[in-house]
């Protein structure tokens, strides 16, 4: 237990107190609504459906606060420079903010569930009480007209509808009832678009329907307009509906009971969210400058199995280690942007991205790139960024472990570039004095892409006197027998026959207890950070090995988790 608190202690302490805010908000407003004397009418003609309504809603505004937040990269980035002097604990927190996004959308979609069911019985009770099926006094209260001295309770306001379509007639007639109809289709489109295999699959679909939150938040805003449930007003004298209840007949008859006053109350929910709103429009703002600033080729390669190289220069451009940019082509479409990580060095007079071939947009891109004659300019390339990420805190530790799964390698070829570099100029501020690098590829291609950097790295090692800095071990986990067996073959050879390297590929996946038991015993006092950028089944499992092989004793081993999230 004590190792998983120094992995996930300040996470989970962030979900108590967003889970506590959801639960305070719930209960608070549930009660306001069901024992607040100004509903005593209300809750006559709707039950107890009438707070089921008014908590969920409560508890949409604070996630509807937070939603869009997380997806606020640029705000993101600045905070996580601001928070270098809190410590890697802190910026750790920013790294999960998809994670978070993704929470706070599923406490959207259960809060919204219940307000719709909570409300649909509300329309067929507030019918029922209209046409006089229920008791007296929720006929009398439904009668109530909107005139000099009188206001209604019940927003339906005619019976000329047949029953069975006033309910329809009301949610289509009404503010409350057609932006709640539109909010609904909205979450359904964007929720069912957001699941991992449309996301991965369909790429266009998850990013074209994920825009229609601009058309939930437009009619989050205006739904509350409609003021649909309504309270009663104080009126002098007073009402006192103690006694009144019980003698609809005589209201406005006797002085004790006049006649009731009903208002709905002053929409809230534009207070909610309407900071959030500024910011992600200055977010998009900010965006537009970035993508009408020139951006030019400086090397466009294609890379074995299919994976594009582009070197792209940029006036003003800073990065660091790990960094990654938005990248929109509008010869393939001007709404789409796609993130990738850079491959570069902060230390180069340019930034490149490596980009494999994995949908739509990625292969159309690739075959623009292939036609291109040699030496001439791509087309038009937008660029957003560079965003912050978990790899950019890489040289905060004494050792790192860097966990690359294929294309997810990208990040580490930009730290160890910037390793080289540092290295290079002798640079004193190097703090890092072991890193651990694991790469798994299913095939042998793919290794093409940075051996030749492993190859430069390998050398400027043993001319250092450093070999022990650097500890690379590559693992081909898509094999036959023929692999295996040339392998055999050319077992005795100083080289690898796959990477040409001295360290020779390992076939299959890593023994992590193994690896991790090593890593431990080398660095028995050392803060050790391990970075993956690749699937989440591997995530879980590193994460795991991290509680497992953390010490609880300060002057012992910690290992701290860290993933690429985009």
């Known amino acids: 237990m004590a190792n998983w608190i120094i992995n996930n202690g300040l996470t989970a302490f962030i979900l108590v107190v967003w889970m506590s805010i959801n639960i305070f908000l719930f209960v608070w407003f549930y009660f306001f609504y069901d024992l607040g004397d100004q509903f005593f009418y209300t809750r006559h003609l709707l039950g107890s459906a009438l707070a089921w309504a008014r908590a969920p809603a409560a508890v949409l505004n604070f996630n509807c606060l937070l939603i869009l937040l997380p997806v606020c990269r640029n705000l993101l980035s600045l905070l996580r420079g601001s928070f270098v002097c809190c410590g890697r604990t802190m910026r750790k927190q920013l790294d999960k903010n998809l994670s978070f996004h993704k929470l706070v959308a599923y406490m ?20 029922n009480s209209r046409r006089g099926v229920y008791d007296k006094l929720s006929t009398a209260l439904s009668d109530l007209n909107d005139t000099d001295n009188t206001t209604y309770l019940n927003p339906i306001r005619t019976i000329d509808v047949d029953a069975q379509q ?12 057609l932006t709640g109809v539109i ?40 739904h509350g307009a409609g003021r649909i449930v309504r309270s009663q007003q104080t009126t002098d004298p007073p009402h006192n509906f103690t006694y009144c209840k019980d003698r609809s007949d005589d209201w406005g008859r006797i002085p004790e009971c006049p006649i009731p006053q009903f208002a709905g109350g002053f929409p809230q929910t534009w207070m909610w969210v ?25 090397k466009i390669v294609m890379r074995p199995s299919k994976v594009l190289e582009l070197q792209l220069v940029k006036d003003g451009f800073k990065m660091e280690v790990g ?28 930034f490149s991205v490596h980009i494999r071939s994995a949908g739509d947009w990625t292969e159309k891109l690739i075959s623009i790139m292939e036609q291109l004659p040699e030496g001439a300019q791509g087309p038009k390339m937008g660029v957003d960024g560079p965003f912050g990420t978990a790899s950019e805190d890489v040289f905060d530790y004494e050792v790192s472990m860097l966990v690359g799964a294929g294309i997810g390698v ?36 793919a290794f093409e892409w940075f051996a030749d950097l492993l190859q430069v790295l390998e050398r400027e090692m043993e001319e250092r006197g450093m070999v022990d800095f650097l500890t690379y071990k590559l693992f081909l986990t898509g094999w036959d027998q023929s692999h295996a067996n040339h392998e055999l073959v050319h077992f005795d050879e100083n080289k690898d026959v796959v990477t040409g390297l001295k360290q020779k590929t390992q076939y299959g996946r890593p023994a992590w207890d193994k690896e991790f038991e090593q890593v431990r015993k080398e660095n028995p006092t050392s803060v050790v950070g391990t970075f993956l950028c690749g699937p989440a089944a591997l995530a879980k499992v590193l994460e795991k090995k991290c509680a497992k092989y953390s010490d609880v004793d300060p002057r012992k081993t910690k290992f701290y988790f860290n993933k690429e999230n985009f």
């Open 108 to 127: 959207i979609a259960l809060m919204t569930a219940v307000h719709l069911i909570a409300h649909l019985l509300n329309v067929e009770w507030y019918n």
């Open 166 to 177: 006033t309910p329809t007639y009301l949610v289509f007639t009404t503010i409350a009832g």
């Open 183 to 222: 909010i609904t289709l909205a979450l359904i489109l964007i929720i069912t678009s957001s699941m991992e295999f449309i996301r991965r699959s369909y790429f266009e679909v998850f990013w074209y329907t994920h825009h229609l939150f601009i058309i939930f938040f437009a009619g989050l805003v205006f």
């Open 274 to 298: 309407i900071g959030p709103m500024i910011l992600y429009i200055c977010e998009r703002l900010l965006r537009f400058i970035r993508y009408i600033q020139t951006v030019s080729y400086r």
């Open 323 to 350: 960094q990654y940019v938005f990248l929109n082509c509008p010869a393939i479409s001007q709404l789409e942007w796609h993130p990738f990580t850079m491959t570069s060095a902060p230390e180069e007079d340019f």
């Open 410 to 445: 990208t990040p580490f070829a930009s730290i160890l570039k910037s390793i080289w570099y540092k290295f290079k100029d002798s640079n004193p501020k190097l703090r890092t004095r072991k890193i651990y690098f694991y790469w798994l590829c299913r095939e042998t291609q």
